[in-house]
């Protein structure tokens, strides 16, 4: 089992950056695969970015590679999201999740644990 809390969200304009921040529970947190999805309002959960346990092997989505970087530090439980160059497309609640697995997929359906979310918003 792994709690996931995120945090690091808010209002930010058009070309700024954020860096958001998901603190896991447990003491396997190195062997899980951590990615972050994200949903805006009155569109479906889709995939944002995504780190192998071995820290190795991204894989990003295509509206947000070279703006975002996902990173982990597995001595603070941490997986992190920084966000540049943001639009405001890119608004939206931001999820954390994570799978016993090597490679991180695309899929929800992969991932056993989410957090709560956290909200972004970019203005224009």
């Known amino acids: 089992q792994v709690q996931l809390v995120e945090s690091g969200g808010g209002l930010v304009q058009a070309g700024g950056s954020l860096r958001l921040s998901c603190a896991a529970s447990?003491?396997?947190?190195?062997?899980?695969?951590m990615a972050w999805f994200r949903q805006a309002p009155g569109k479906e959960r889709e995939f944002v970015a995504g780190?192998?346990?071995?820290?190795?092997?991204?894989n990003y989505a295509d509206s947000v590679k070279g703006r975002f970087t996902i990173s982990r530090e597995n001595a603070k439980n941490t997986v992190y999201l920084q966000m540049n160059s943001l639009k405001p497309e890119d608004t939206a609640v931001y999820y954390c999740a994570a799978d016993f697995a090597i490679i991180a997929g695309q899929s929800q359906g992969q991932y056993d644990y989410w957090g709560q979310g956290t909200q972004v918003t970019v203005s224009s």
């Open positions: 780190l192998s346990w071995s820290g190795d092997g991204t």
């Open positions: 447990g003491r396997t947190f190195s062997r899980y695969t």
